[in-house]
């Protein structure tokens, strides 16, 4: 059975970092593209960052200079890096891995808030 487990999230202060896990089992996850995505209340899931099997790279326009994407293929484990934290940065963050069209999970996603 494949799980991704997400943690890390919690409530932040505006200028803060955070730091996300997703621990993945059930599958090896250097042979998967893995990725955040975020959704906000009442607005569409939306990319987050993407590192691939192979360690490229791709950030949403909202990540870009501030989040940093990273895996330790060891531990079967992504990481988010998130500085500079942002009000507009509130959401739910889920982990997601794809390896092909019908390869494709998702984890149950946790609470990153930022506030004052």
């Known amino acids: 059975q494949v799980q991704l487990v997400e943690s890390g999230g919690g409530l932040e202060h505006p200028g803060g970092s955070l730091r996300l896990s997703c621990a993945a089992s059930?599958?090896?996850?250097?042979?998967?593209?893995m990725a955040w995505y975020r959704q906000a209340p009442g607005k569409q899931r939306e990319l987050v960052a993407r590192?691939?099997?192979?360690?490229?790279?791709t950030y949403g326009d909202s990540a870009k200079g501030r989040f940093t994407i990273s895996r330790d293929n060891a531990k079967n484990t992504v990481y988010l890096q998130m500085n500079s934290l942002k009000p507009e940065d509130t959401a739910v963050y889920y982990c997601?891995?794809?390896?092909?069209?019908?390869?494709?999970?998702w984890g149950q996603g946790t609470q990153v808030t930022v506030s004052s």
């Open positions: 059930g599958i090896i996850a250097s042979i998967y593209d």
């Open positions: 997601n891995a794809r390896r092909n069209s019908w390869s494709v999970y």
């Open positions: 590192i691939t099997d192979s360690g490229t790279t």
